[in-house]
């Protein structure tokens, strides 16, 4: 559940900002904060084994956390890139002086366009002149090896610190091709048909998410997600002229920011069928908490979870699915934090120009085994002239922007 309620909050950060054609991807296996420093004796070096996240991907930067040993003499270390078979692909030798200073800091090395799929390794050799950083943790990625050159192999690790806790803190920076995209829109009286065809060189594509927006005060109306794979997708999306609205039996909001879930399990789709961000207040006087409301199929509040994965309403409906056994009234005594007529949700409206915008507090009226009172509805537009934003992300971390306008 979490990774959905984080799709929504990422498509309102894509919105908000303009996309470049490639991306750099972070690969890393450390958790960014070296607890240590360690250098090898000089036959020895520091090798990671990483995964790209595309076939064809090119590596164009190594950063690497280091210090100078201040005991050292020597003035050289060697850069490596080998493939999973520990052939070379890639050279480097330099003064550890011109990336690394007296403390334990990351430092940047450019490297010329390797392009690579599958597995490889980025190796240090740093002859006892640099610490490289070390990740102490109880449980470690298992990537980090010692290794040897002439010829290339991994060594036996016969460290201080134990293999299964330690991550040498290396990264690899790097982009994949970006996808391309022709996009073709159609107007009826009843509908915004959106068509594209999507290529992606890298056959890695993931997903996509096409916006409607009122062309006149740039507000998105409207939002769609859908999830691709491989090299060419044929994309046809209907839009029949609404917008999201909100309401709790008294008062209502439109247009806020809403979609459609993806990759929900079967058994509780019709339930969690539309996800909203907002912002939850479970008292007048208590702080916002972010969070993502979701509602069914027909229009009813089911669920609420915030951005740590924490469950504050589960409707009576979803529960008898994830928990067959137990009593809902115990959960409603026990578990529900919202609270009938004091909790209450702030919806967004979003805007092209001005980003995310949170409404007013909504209270929550009735009884959880109401649903709050709360629903989610379809209405019709009044708009005429509309923008379409299409954006399409591929598992290498590219993402392709691409727009449109049509009138009824």
Known sequence: MRELL????????????????????????????????????????????????????????????????????????????WDENLNLLYNKADNPKSYFGDELAWAEIDVPDVTLSGNFFICIFEFSSVYVGADLSNVSSGRSVVVSRNPNKIDSWDLSYPRNETDWSILALGHSAAPAVDLKLRSTEVAVIVEAIITDPDGDLAGTSVQIVDNENLNVLWSKQML???????????????????????????????????????????????????????????????????????????????????????SRELFEIAQPQKSYGDYMKNNLTLTEGVSALSFFNFNLNKGLTAYPPMVLTRSPVQHYKLRLNNVAVSSSAYIIELYIEDSGGNQKRVSGAISK
């Open 6 to 81: 984080s799709t929504v909050f990422l498509i309102s950060l894509l919105c908000c900002q303009g996309l470049a054609a490639d991306k750099t991807a972070l690969l890393r296996y450390d958790d960014g904060v070296p607890e240590d420093g360690m250098w090898i004796d000089s036959s020895k070096g520091h090798g990671v084994l990483f995964t790209t996240p595309a076939s064809n991907w090119t590596l164009s930067k190594v950063a690497i956390s280091g210090m100078l040993n201040p005991d050292s003499d020597q003035d050289l270390f060697v850069l490596e890139i």
């Open 228 to 314: 691709i794979e491989g090299e060419t997708e044929n994309l046809t999306f209907t839009w029949p002229l609404e917008t999201f609205q909100v309401g709790n039996g008294t008062d209502t909001l439109e247009p806020i920011f809403a979609s459609n879930t993806v990759g929900v399990s079967p058994n509780i789709e019709p339930y969690m069928v539309y996800i909203a961000p907002c912002l939850v207040k479970l008292e007048p006087e208590s702080q916002n908490i972010e969070a993502a409301a979701y509602f069914g199929e027909d229009g009813e509040f089911h669920a609420l979870i915030d951005t740590e994965g924490v469950m504050h309403y589960m």
